[in-house]
């Protein structure tokens, strides 16, 4: 993990009206100093990231290419395997595998999430197979035969939770962590990966941690939420911590939410999440007001807000990504919010730099 360089790579399919050409919006990034592009895979609500990255990889020269993240099980990890390898060919180069658990995306197809074993054997199935090694899969020894030019993709961990961060730091070439909207939560992923790596003797010389987090140059201090449809993500991020540490009860939640994230909760503000959870209303959680309106009935907006999103002027949405730097942090994933948003984002993030 590099000590000093500090990287920036922004979602081009979350951009609201962003057509199904990701290749003149990859050009703009690129010319922009953008770091990275990736693309999330979820069958039933974006469109294919592999054709958007093979659009990009002909549109761009030198940005890294991938995924954050792809879904075990939807193909066979020689297929997997072959498709990143395929790009890596057409890139250049330039392409990283982020993998997680398949959490909605799988839940939306009416299978369930990987749990961790079944994850880090498909994903190393994965790996090894694009770096040549024979592997068993269903009880068949496979290998890849066709040759590929150039050094296989680094597979990268979506891991949010101490297990993950330790099967990632022994295991894979990064990892990728969602929801970091504290300084504490940058510290805590740090400490849990340098303790997983020295487990097995490993640096994190060569380890790339990536902290994906919301970022939006606003007139107000933590304005995001205000931004129609901003505040429908928070109310869902807000279930996704709870459903994340485990639904744990009232009585657990303050420390199941710090297990999983090292994120201390002021109990006023962990109770009304609790109640929050168990008023949530499944049917709207992307169409609909009502867990919205509960969590502005709750009180959770100004945390939610503060926590999911930086947010506010130029020098407010600087001294809250200089915490996480300062904590630590040197790659950062960041949705593309609105249409003209990274223009302005960038000036400010390349000043950190």
């Known amino acids: 993990m590099s000590d000093g360089l500090i990287r920036f790579g922004f979602f081009p399919g979350t951009v609201p009206g962003g057509g199904a050409d990701p290749a003149p919006i990859a050009r703009e990034l690129e010319e922009l100093g953008v770091d990275a592009l990736a693309w999330g895979e979820w ?29 075990p099980g939807l193909r066979h990890p020689a297929v997997l395997a072959n498709q990143f390898m395929s790009l890596q060919e057409l890139s250049g180069n330039r392409m990283f595998c982020g993998i997680g658990t398949g959490d909605l995306s799988l839940i939306q197809l009416g299978k369930r999430p990987y749990r961790l074993g079944e994850f880090t054997e498909y994903a190393m199935a994965v790996r090894r197979l694009m770096t040549g090694e024979e592997v068993s899969w269903d009880e068949h020894p496979l290998r890849m035969r066709l040759e590929f030019d150039g050094p296989a993709p680094p597979v990268w961990f979506a891991a949010d939770g101490p297990r993950t961060i330790r099967a990632a730091s022994q295991l894979a070439d990064g990892a990728i962590v969602a929801q970091v909207g504290s300084p504490d939560v940058v510290r805590t992923t740090l400490a849990r990966a340098a303790a997983g790596a020295a487990e097995i003797g490993r640096s994190l010389a060569d380890f790339d941690i990536w902290f994906e987090l919301r970022v939006i140059v606003t007139e107000r201090e933590n304005g995001a939420i205000d931004i129609r449809g901003l505040d429908v993500y928070a109310a869902r991020q807000l279930r996704y911590m709870w459903r994340s ?8 939640i303050v420390d199941a939410i710090y297990e999983r994230k090292g994120l201390q909760l002021d109990p006023d503000i962990a109770e009304r999440l609790w109640q929050f959870n168990n008023g949530w209303v499944d049917s709207n959680a992307y169409r609909g007001r009502a867990n919205v309106r509960l969590m502005d009935e709750l009180g959770l907006r100004e945390f939610a807000s503060g926590h999911f999103y930086i947010s506010g002027p130029p020098a407010v949405v600087a001294d809250g990504m200089a915490e996480l730097i300062d904590a630590g942090a040197r790659n950062f994933f960041l949705p593309m919010l609105t249409n003209d948003s990274v223009p302005a984002l960038m000036k400010i993030l390349t000043a950190l730099r």
């Open 43 to 71: 069958p039933t609500v974006r469109r294919d990231p592999y054709t958007a990255m093979a659009r990009a990889a002909f549109a761009t020269t030198n940005v890294l290419l991938g995924t954050v993240v792809t879904v």
């Open 245 to 252: 540490a485990g639904e744990p009860s009232r009585e657990a």
